[in-house]
């Protein structure tokens, strides 16, 4: 059985750091495309980084752009988030999300979830 487990989150100030992370086990994400995204309160959930299993290749949304950087570790399956100077607005549960390759992580919604963790940036 396929699963996603996030940890890492937790409260930090603004202009601090967390490093998710999130362990996936089944032989079948080692192949996969590996994302996160983030649902803050009253919004929707909305896509925040992804790496490919292959090249490494990496996407950010704009808002996370040179302060996140997702990374991943084939060898254990698992993949990171390391955020850097946090904000108020990063406040969320994150969640771990794999697919196979060439998905569109802006529009299409990836086949496997984690539960999420949560992250709180106090001001």
């Known amino acids: 059985q396929e699963q996603l487990r996030e940890s890492g989150g937790g409260l930090a100030q603004a202009g601090g750091s967390l490093r998710l992370s999130c362990a996936a086990s089944g032989r079948t994400f080692t192949k996969y495309d590996l994302a996160w995204y983030r649902q803050a309160p009253g919004k929707e959930r909305e896509f925040v980084a992804a790496i490919q299993w292959s090249s490494g290749i990496t996407d950010y949304a704009v808002s996370v752009k040179g302060r996140f950087t997702i990374s991943r570790d084939n060898d254990n399956n698992t993949v990171y988030l390391q955020m850097n100077n946090l904000k108020p607005e990063d406040t969320a549960v994150y969640y771990c999300?794999?697919?196979?390759?060439?998905?569109?992580?802006?529009?299409?919604?990836?086949?496997?979830w984690g539960q999420g963790t949560q992250v709180t940036v106090s001001s």
């Open positions: 999300a794999a697919d196979m390759s060439d998905m569109d992580w802006y529009n299409e919604t990836p086949e496997y």
